[in-house]
């Protein structure tokens, strides 16, 4: 199976503490966005890469955040002084570059982040 | 910007039962549509998709039609199993935001 891969699955930190998350897009998928689910919400969207470039970002994603995928492939999530209010599933998805109306957006199992 | 609203739930129904969510949408121009079904302890996974005006999505015995008129995109099922128990996610897609907008989810419970 070569769909969207995210590690870690789960993840545990304390406040203050830097995490980083990674997220390996279905191969020839030269589109990748990351989303945030809480807890009884729907995904939102974080910020969106098309290859390596990084073209669009939430006001979700604060200065704390940043997003990196350097050669066009695995994209990183980091998240830089943790907060208890960053507890929630980190999703990644990726899609083919189309021309037609809609490109459908394949996700990832999520990683689960608790702030302690 | 875009907002996609859908009934809350949770939804509990008894199998065979009919199955409708009700989805609408606000977005300027026009957006494809989605539902996506998340079952217990996995990911997200496209159910079924529409990309213009009266177009209708199908797979595993859901459906639903996109209604330009009405700005719904409401899931339906004539007959539910248990294994359909999940939340369902309607959303919408536009080119321009690269971004799927999501509703709230709604939760499905299908009883024996």
């Known amino acids: 199976d070569t769909g969207v891969s995210q590690n870690p699955r789960h993840k545990i930190t304390k406040r203050g503490q830097n995490v980083t998350f990674r997220c390996d897009p279905i191969?020839?998928?030269?589109?990748l966005y990351w989303y945030r689910q809480t807890l009884g919400q729907g995904p939102e969207f974080l910020t969106y890469?098309?290859?390596?470039?990084?073209?669009?970002k939430s006001r979700l994603l604060s200065d704390r955040f940043s997003a990196e995928r350097p050669k066009g492939s695995f994209s990183t999530l980091e998240i830089q002084r943790t907060e208890q209010g960053d507890s929630a599933m980190y999703l990644c998805?990726?899609?083919?570059?189309?021309?037609?109306?809609?490109?459908?957006?394949?996700f990832g199992p999520g990683t689960r982040l608790l702030v302690l | 910007g875009d907002s996609v609203t859908q009934m809350e739930g949770p939804v509990t129904l008894s199998e065979e039962a009919f199955l409708t969510i009700n989805c609408t949408y606000t977005?300027?121009?026009?957006?494809?549509l989605f539902w996506y079904v998340q079952y217990p302890g996995e990911g997200l996974q496209l159910l079924l998709k529409?990309?213009?005006?009266?177009d209708k999505g199908s797979n595993k015995g859901f459906e639903a039609t996109y209604r330009k008129e009405t700005t719904s995109f409401h899931l339906e099922k004539g007959s539910v199993q248990v294994s359909d128990s999940a939340v369902y996610f309607c959303?919408?897609?536009?080119?321009?935001?690269?971004?799927?907008?999501f509703g709230g989810g709604t939760r499905v419970l299908v009883k024996p």
């Open positions: 191969s020839e998928h030269n589109r």
């Open positions: 959303a919408c897609y536009k080119a321009a935001g690269n971004k799927l907008t």
């Open positions: 998805a990726s899609s083919p570059q189309s021309g037609g109306a809609a490109e459908t957006q394949y």
């Open positions: 977005a300027t121009g026009y957006p494809s």
């Open positions: 890469f098309q290859n390596e470039a990084q073209l669009e």
């Open positions: 529409a990309t213009k005006a009266d």
